[in-house]
């Protein structure tokens, strides 16, 4: 018998803060963080109440944090909004790190805690300890200010357009071009975009400088030798090492790249060129349409919900409740920020999704995609306590990954012709194998760049370049366009807003296929794993969390060999 969810997701009632309590400023928040410090408890139960309390100051205030991000990425020309965010950042957040830090300690160090439920609390209070260990006054200033400057590379980005044949488009927008069956206009548009991409070269190196310098000295207070340590003891990654991230490199050269070679090459014979070049690859022949699975943003969202509830009804209903609550910003328009992303709110419980649809079919995948980081958040609302509910990215990723998957079945959602059907899965596993070379690639340049934090912009290109041809095809002939490629890594916004998190998803990629093929042999049992271990949240270890999956957590080339040999069967 599967469990039954609902989607029908409350706000958490609050006991503790009053109702209609907001954050405004430090003074009115403060005496609540004071509540708890000097709370004295005499039995467990008083404990776990202590608990209960701070995990809803903590719902409340993520939340807050969470909306004045979500409003500025809509809007990053409006200062009002861009104000509310850095003053969060800059005024509130700072001030509350003390105290989570002695709240911190006031738990793992109270005699009470040992009676806490060993398997219930083990990663809620590993998570706590490791806080402890990385916690250091000094570095409040540094991690406001990387806060506020993170954000300012979308605000760059989010002002880069182009003009094609006389319009002006978001270069999401203009990426729908190099679709387009003419080859001349295509390179016209690649070059654009590249070109606009060199005009904030500059600029955008210099902001880099910054948060590599920052983030070093973060690390260095902290009594690490380099950030990358410092990062991965901060991103919780308990359960694999960067030893096993070079094998992910060593395993993508010898395992995937023969099979990115492969379908480059049946491109370049589909599209009767003499020589593939880096503009021909997200193209179709001559007289081949563009695929068109949605024109609007609400014509997306309503083939989303019917696809995801033809997978399983509470999939769509949860799809749906967004809707009605508003909680979807989805069509590309200038002056937002670029990317997507799925934004889960503590204290409402569903989710926001953000991203920069423009009608193509990667966006019908960013959709499926954030949609399924969203089941993730219905599915782990649940949890008691909101340290309950952060889950390690590894697991996220797999959430959302799968979900591109498993959806394929129903992808007539959005498309009529079983050509095009056809076509679109054809298309999308190209990319889940072609993406994996771009992981490697993104994961090792940022070792490199930590381990050398005092390097110059001269080095860093050449880092970039040696480890882009380290993971280069045999097909594409990118031969005159250097200088774009030697600044390619400008666009990946990762580097700059999220250090260190992206081999994520080559893990997760790996347990996505894992779960497709799990769902391939058995579909209502793969269904069922994957919804009991995302409503799990964060309260197991990785590897458990992937056991609940009904997967191994392996990313070992032995592994990726098994697995990239399942999806090429299925490609055939």
Known sequence: MSHVYSADIKKLPRHFLPVDFTVTDWETLEPYFKNLLEREFQTKEDLEQWLRDQSELEAMVNEDACWRQIKMTCDTENKALEEAFNYFFTEIQPKIQPYADALNKKLVNHPLTRELDPVKYHTYLRNIRKNIELFREENIPLQAELAVMQQQYGAVAGKMTVTVEGKEYTLQQAAKFLENPNRSTREEVYRKINDRRLADKDTLNTLYDQLIEKRNQEALNAGFSNYRDYRFKELGRFD????????????????????????????????????????????????????????????????????????????????????????????????????????????????????????????????????????????????????FKEYPMEIAEVASMSMELM??????????????????????LERVITIFPWIAIIDKFQHWVYEHPSHTHDQRTDAWVSILKEFQDDVVDYSGLETYRSNLWQKQLHLFEVPFYYIEYGIAQLGAIGMWMQFRQNKQKALDNYCKALALGGTQTLPR???AAGLQFDFSPERIKVLMEFVKSEME
């Open 240 to 387: 694999y090492t960067k030893e096993n991230c070079y094998a992910f490199h060593q395993a993508v050269k010898q395992h995937v790249l023969p099979l990115v070679n492969i379908i480059y090459q049946e491109k370049k014979k589909k599209l009767g060129v003499d020589t593939l070049r880096p503009w021909d690859i997200d193209a179709e022949p001559a007289g081949v349409k563009p695929l068109q699975p949605f024109e609007s943003g609400d014509e997306l969202i309503q083939r989303s919900i019917d696809c995801f509830a033809r997978l399983r009804p509470f999939f769509g209903e949860c799809l749906k409740r967004m809707q009605e609550m508003r909680h979807l910003d989805l069509e590309s328009r200038k002056g937002k920020a670029p990317g997507g992303y799925n934004c889960p709110l503590a204290e409402s419980g569903a989710p926001f999704i953000f991203m920069n649809a423009a009608g193509q079919m990667q966006d019908v995948i960013t959709m499926l995609h954030e949609g399924g980081h969203a089941i993730h958040s219905f599915l782990a609302h649940p949890l008691e306590l909101n340290g």
């Open 407 to 428: 959806t394929m079945e129903e992808w007539d959602s959005f498309f009529s012709s079983e050509e095009d059907l056809r076509r679109a899965k054809e298309h999308q």
């Open 545 to 547: 969390l992937y056991e």
